[in-house]
């Protein structure tokens, strides 16, 4: 068996599927191995902030449109989209959080053709994955090889302290468990973490020493798979190349597991002549089965943030504990949306470096979204990114969501019990300009510097330093004036939250866009399935690693009763 793609699903699913003697599996990945042993320290840091920012671990080419068109005069641009490209995937860059979303996430993804995933029966598997070291009970796990943990009060900054604070004065009480009964309040984060707060990455609590030894299991990094290979259309390989250069090899399989993300999946199988015909016979690839959902339904969570100077009695001191220390879950209310439909994450900095220790952020997304973009080969060549357009806030109510969410920032960090912690509050969004500052090298940091000891000695002046260097002229008090000030700020900022989504969805067989049945299961082909984030018929209310997991935890089993 071919697992292509080493991520957060592949790493599991060759772990779960290796317990079996009966399964040999060779496990691929274009990026490099990491172990406990190899971790880098950026890498190992419970501080997720700088591990997505090493060129060495993501895709350096990889771009991708955020919102949707305004109007045909607009131009729009495209800006990088960090996805990882190393052994464990997501869970070796990204921000270690590990919350399932809402029940109701699953028990819609049984309503639009994925039989059996509803939340009854993942359940069992989210328990499976993880090691619940707070909390005991019928929702949580205690022997799973993923630990999660929560921070401790003593252990949180007096800006997120202050923020919860803020909000319990809102109507928004503080509560133990995010991943318990789902309700609206302020959680502190979960996160994915050992006993000394370090990372715990697929490739390292899945792929264990012992795992990794095992006779029946191979693992190829620093491999690109260029196309699937079939006869007729059942699939038999795939063709592999190195990533540095060299003469590409066929490896034959009796199955192969695509495993690659939701922008890369897509891509692999379009490639390789499984896609909308049409499409696939302009760049002159034979259509091996035409399934025009391919690449279709891509899903995000849309973002914006709202933003800080802060106090140095506010700040936190140890630039090794992690910044999303809490998080905040309500409900906009709009009509046709769900229950706790909103997540902001509340940082106790705003970067890894001397500016984003100064600022602090409720990063604000829209939890349950409804815009849908699309992936789309720009070329056969393997090594060409594919073309991505989330078209973010082409649904309306994703749009006024983004800007309810801007208003709930900015009364929250205004209110009293803010003073004397933090001012100058302002609008801010991931943006290109923000990644630029956060690269790391000398000149950067004497830039930074200087920026940032004008922050602090300029009190005065320091509205205006936020609104020349860091909002472009916009200011809060506009955008809360003026809905429309407001609406084109939201259109132009609006960011991703690194969490693609559906673009190979489960669904009913006579569905069109659906390309797999419940068991992952391509349609229109034999021995190929895919096992990652694009097959979520619809995006839940969650970072998406920890559902991911879940979801190859659970493909691993149907796999092996499929074997008997």
């Given at each position: 068996?071919?697992?292509?793609?080493?991520?957060?699903?592949?790493?599991?699913?060759?772990?779960?599927?290796?317990?079996?003697?009966?399964?040999?599996?060779?496990?691929?990945?274009?990026?490099?191995?990491?172990?406990?042993?190899?971790?880098?320290?950026?890498?190992?840091?419970?501080?997720?902030?700088?591990?997505?920012?090493?060129?060495?671990?993501?895709?350096?080419?990889?771009?991708?449109?955020?919102?949707?068109?305004?109007?045909?005069?607009?131009?729009?641009?495209?800006?990088?989209?960090?996805?990882?490209?190393?052994?464990?995937?997501?869970?070796?860059?990204?921000?270690?959080?590990?919350?399932?979303?809402?029940?109701?996430?699953?028990?819609?993804?049984?309503?639009?053709?994925?039989?059996?995933?509803?939340?009854?029966?993942?359940?069992?598997?989210?328990?499976?994955?993880?090691?619940?070291?707070?909390?005991?009970?019928?929702?949580?796990?205690?022997?799973?090889?993923?630990?999660?943990?929560?921070?401790?009060?003593?252990?949180?900054?007096?800006?997120?302290?202050?923020?919860?604070?803020?909000?319990?004065?809102?109507?928004?009480?503080?509560?133990?468990?995010?991943?318990?009964?789902?309700?609206?309040?302020?959680?502190?984060?979960?996160?994915?973490?050992?006993?000394?707060?370090?990372?715990?990455?697929?490739?390292?609590?899945?792929?264990?020493?012992?795992?990794?030894?095992?006779?029946?299991?191979?693992?190829?990094t620093d491999r690109i798979a260029e196309r699937i290979l079939f006869e007729g259309?059942?699939?038999?390989?795939?063709?592999?190349?190195?990533?540095?250069?060299?003469?590409?090899?066929?490896?034959?399989?009796?199955?192969?597991?695509?495993?690659?993300?939701?922008?890369?999946?897509?891509?692999?199988?379009?490639?390789?002549?499984?896609?909308?015909?049409?499409?696939?016979?302009?760049?002159?690839?034979?259509?091996?089965?035409?399934?025009?959902?391919?690449?279709?339904?891509?899903?995000?969570?849309?973002?914006?943030?709202?933003?800080?100077?802060?106090?140095?009695?506010?700040?936190?001191?140890?630039?090794?504990?992690?910044?999303?220390?809490?998080?905040?879950?309500?409900?906009?209310?709009?009509?046709?949306?769900?229950?706790?439909?909103?997540?902001?994450?509340?940082?106790?900095?705003?970067?890894?470096?001397?500016?984003?220790?100064?600022?602090?952020?409720?990063?604000?997304?829209?939890?349950?979204?409804?815009?849908?973009?699309?992936?789309?080969?720009?070329?056969?060549?393997?090594?060409?990114?594919?073309?991505?357009?989330?078209?973010?806030?082409?649904?309306?109510?994703?749009?006024?969501?983004?800007?309810?969410?801007?208003?709930?920032?900015?009364?929250?960090?205004?209110?009293?019990?803010?003073?004397?912690?933090?001012?100058?509050?302002?609008?801010?969004?991931?943006?290109?300009?923000?990644?630029?500052?956060?690269?790391?090298?000398?000149?950067?940091?004497?830039?930074?510097?200087?920026?940032?000891?004008?922050?602090?000695?300029?009190?005065?002046?320091?509205?205006?330093?936020?609104?020349?260097?860091?909002?472009?002229?916009?200011?809060?008090?506009?955008?809360?004036?003026?809905?429309?000030?407001?609406?084109?700020?939201?259109?132009?900022?609006?960011?991703?939250?690194?969490?693609?989504?559906?673009?190979?969805?489960?669904?009913?067989?006579?569905?069109?866009?659906?390309?797999?049945?419940?068991?992952?299961?391509?349609?229109?082909?034999?021995?190929?399935?895919?096992?990652?984030?694009?097959?979520?018929?619809?995006?839940?209310?969650?970072?998406?690693?920890?559902?991911?997991?879940?979801?190859?935890?659970?493909?691993?089993?149907?796999?092996?009763?499929?074997?008997?």
């Amino acid at each position: 068996m071919l697992i292509l793609g080493g991520g957060s699903a592949g790493c599991v699913l060759a772990a779960r599927l290796t317990e079996d003697p009966r399964f040999r599996v060779t496990l691929v990945e274009a990026g490099r191995d990491i172990s406990l042993e190899t971790m880098p320290a950026d890498i190992r840091s419970r501080y997720a902030g700088r591990a997505y920012l090493d060129t060495r671990n993501i895709w350096n080419s990889l771009q991708a449109f955020m919102g949707s068109p305004r109007s045909n005069s607009v131009a729009r641009a495209t800006r990088r989209y960090e996805q990882a490209r190393i052994l464990g995937g997501g869970s070796a860059i990204n921000a270690l959080l590990a919350n399932r979303g809402s029940p109701n996430d699953y028990d819609e993804w049984e309503r639009l053709g994925a039989l059996g995933w509803n939340w009854e029966a993942c359940l069992p598997y989210f328990r499976k994955l993880e090691r619940d070291c707070d909390f005991i009970g019928p929702l949580h796990g205690l022997e799973g090889p993923l630990p999660v943990r929560r921070i401790t009060p003593d252990r949180m900054s007096p800006f997120v302290a202050a923020v919860a604070d803020a909000l319990a004065q809102r109507g928004f009480p503080t509560r133990p468990d995010q991943n318990g009964e789902w309700k609206d309040g302020v959680y502190a984060a979960a996160l994915v973490a050992s006993e000394a707060g370090e990372r715990v990455p697929t490739s390292v609590g899945y792929l264990t020493d012992a795992v990794r030894r095992r006779p029946n299991l191979c693992i190829l990094t620093d491999r690109i798979a260029e196309r699937i290979l079939f006869e007729g259309t059942r699939a038999t390989g795939a063709l592999l190349a190195p990533t540095i250069g060299g003469p590409a090899e066929h490896m034959v399989a009796d199955m192969v597991v695509v495993s690659s993300g939701a922008i890369h999946t897509p891509a692999l199988l379009m490639r390789s002549g499984v896609g909308p015909a049409e499409n696939l016979a302009a760049l002159g690839i034979p259509v091996v089965a035409d399934r025009p959902g391919v690449g279709q339904n891509l899903m995000e969570h849309p973002s914006i943030a709202v933003s800080a100077f802060l106090q140095p009695a506010a700040r936190f001191r140890d630039p090794a504990e992690h910044h999303e220390q809490a998080i905040v879950r309500f409900s906009s209310d709009l009509e046709g949306t769900p229950h706790g439909d909103m997540h902001g994450a509340i940082l106790s900095r705003s970067g890894w470096h001397s500016i984003g220790r100064r600022l602090g952020t409720v990063f604000f997304w829209v939890n349950k979204s409804f815009s849908k973009g699309f992936v789309q080969l720009a070329s056969s060549d393997p090594r060409a990114e594919p073309h991505v357009d989330f078209r973010m806030l082409s649904d309306w109510r994703d749009m006024e969501r983004l800007k309810l969410a801007l208003r709930f920032g900015a009364e929250t960090l205004m209110r009293p019990e803010m003073r004397g912690l933090c001012n100058s509050v302002f609008p801010t969004s991931y943006s290109p300009r923000v990644a630029r500052i956060a690269v790391p090298g000398r000149s950067r940091a004497i830039q930074r510097g200087l920026f940032s000891g004008l922050l602090d000695l300029s009190a005065g002046f320091r509205p205006a330093l936020v609104r020349a260097f860091i909002t472009q002229g916009a200011t809060i008090e506009a955008l809360l004036n003026d809905d429309a000030v407001l609406t084109d700020f939201v259109s132009r900022n609006v960011g991703g939250t690194w969490h693609p989504t559906c673009t190979c969805r489960m669904g009913a067989k006579d569905d069109p866009l659906a390309v797999t049945d419940s068991a992952a299961q391509v349609y229109g082909t034999e021995n190929l399935r895919v096992c990652d984030a694009s097959l979520m018929p619809s995006i839940p209310c969650a970072n998406t690693n920890v559902p991911t997991i879940m979801m190859a935890e659970r493909i691993a089993d149907m796999m092996r009763h499929d074997l008997g």
